[in-house]
């Protein structure tokens, strides 16, 4: 299961982080307030795509008008991730914007970066937040004083990206490089994603 491997890798922490799933007319997510390394099926909340609860033993996560939101507003997104990776947060917290293009996985996986200021967490007002980079294609969201959110088609894709979030963040931490430092120039970055189409 996808949030345990999300907890067993340091992708986030006690009993931070949550993860759903759209299927057809339902969202599959992660109850609230437990450790993601002991989730099994049984303890997965069946919602409805308006938020309602349709079915589970727990309440679902808090932050469940997020993932809503954001499968509301992008018909592409059917996985949505939430998680507290340590360097991306560092990012988050500190306001410093990655340089997406130092990496070729990353510019393929992140681009492009939507960096949302603080929000109380679980609210509207937080899942209201994500409208400006939902618009504008991103997948990768930073948020201020709190942590990160990925979304993808599939499992893979949005574990994928979270996974090059945290490691671009550990690097540029490393490097000490910020966007316009040791990236990789616009036009190579252009011509090696025109190889993969
Ligand atoms: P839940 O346990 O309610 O999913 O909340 C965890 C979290 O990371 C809140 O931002």
Redesign the pocket.
Known sequence: MYSKLLWDRGL?EG????VSMRQDDSVFI?????IKHFLTDEDIVELATDGTKVAGKYNP???YKMHIFLYQNNPDVNVVV???PPYATAAAVAGRELPVNMLPESALLLTPITYIPYQM??SQGFADAFINGIEKGSNVFLLGN??VTVTGKTMTEAFARIETLEFLSRVSFLTGAEPGTMEIPDDQIQAWLATLK
């Open positions: 986030t009993t931070g982080g949550n992660t109850p609230t307030s437990m996560s808090s932050e939430h998680a507290h967490p679980g709190h942590g």
